[in-house]
């Protein structure tokens, strides 16, 4: 399921009867073990799941749950009681941003291995950087994590700390 677009998730949910079920939790009060279980047999159920479209952790697969959860408590006026920061969101700026990942995206080791040579902006899916959940780095080929819409801002106190 991760990866398919809206259009395309509703037709297979219209014509599966397991996903109706799993989905039915979204649309009760239901505590965030729930949501988390429910959205694991989802992703990855008795269904063939190809590697490539799995979220990059198990982390942010549970996130992606307790997001939709919450939106889903929202769009059906039974969401008033819930915190956003709750249930996988943080608030930037008076806006509701999704939480990325609360652990690394894979070992360390080979986050040092993944770079992109992305020739513009690093601001596609194409960017693989971008794609496994990290900033560009200086190791990356074009941009070397420096003005890029993929790298985080450098502060002084990130710079102390190295």
Not at 21 to 41: R, T, Y
Not at 72 to 83: F, V
């Amino acid at each position: 399921m991760f990866g398919l677009g809206k259009g395309a998730l509703l037709k297979k949910v219209k014509s599966s009867t397991y996903l109706q079920d799993q989905s039915q939790l979204f649309l009760q009060k239901s505590s965030k073990d729930q949501v988390v279980k429910a959205g694991e047999e989802v992703v990855v159920g008795n269904i063939f799941v190809q590697v490539h479209t799995l979220p990059p952790t198990s982390d942010a697969a549970k996130l992606h749950s307790m997001r939709t959860y919450y939106q889903t408590q929202i769009w059906i006026g039974e969401g008033h009681d819930l915190d956003p920061n709750q249930w996988g969101w943080y608030t930037s700026e008076n806006k509701l941003m999704p939480v990325r990942c609360l652990l690394p995206p894979a070992p360390q080791k080979l986050l040092k291995v993944i770079r992109c040579n992305c020739k513009q902006n690093c601001d596609s899916r194409r960017c693989s950087c971008r794609k496994h959940g990290i900033d560009c780095s200086a190791s990356c080929g074009e941009c070397r994590g420096i003005n890029c819409s993929n790298s985080s801002i450098v502060t002084q106190s990130d710079l102390d700390e190295v």
